[in-house]
């Protein structure tokens, strides 16, 4: 059976907890259908292998989707310092280095190096577009192209944990910036691997994790009464 046409008041934002393996654009679809059809679109791509905030506009809430992606963002993220892989997650082929373990201090000067506004090359399998073509499509097709790097902001990282391999970062950061990179980036700075093993998204904008809803709790049918205002 499908889903009645939406109401023309149906129009807000959802903040959804995305879970681990589902794409961004899955999500925005069992959204839709459960909005009776409602324009519907996201905030900013979460991957797959990401989980956390994913801002979700629906109706006239959509016209605000490019306003809402430039909001800061923050994450929490493990990143494993013993190898590179192809996709700068735990994903992708390995590559292992082996490499003496770098001392708190040498972890927070490299972390250090990446705050402010800085220059950062986007992960290969990533949905930057390539002559028409996304990156991942051409990574997956032995294609891949090293991207340009871009400038990003970064205004924090602050370490949780830090267990050769294993660093837990939490990071603030503005629109565009590639949790994958810093990893990578990072493990080329100590001179180690790097690549995020798990990264969780708890912010956007003025949204936080304590806002979204698991899919998993989404009911059959959104009403305007669950959906947050626009921001001003």
Known sequence: MSAPAAPPDLH???VIDKPLGMTSMRVVERVRYRARKARTGHAGTLDPLATGVLVVAIGRATKSIDRLMAGEKRYETAID???FTTTDDSEGER???ASPAPTLDAVRAACSRWVGEVMQRPPAFSAIKVQG???YDLARSGEARELAARPVMIHGIEIDAYDFPMLSLR???GKGTYIRS??????TALGTGGHCRSI???QVGIYGIGQAIRMDDLPESIVQGMLRPVPA
């Open 12 to 14: 807000g934002i959802l």
């Open 81 to 83: 310092l013993s190898a």
């Open 95 to 97: 590559t292992e280095v």
């Open 133 to 135: 073509r996304r990156s």
């Open 171 to 173: 990071v603030h950061c």
């Open 182 to 187: 810093l990893a990578r980036d990072l493990g």
């Open 200 to 202: 969780r998204r708890t």
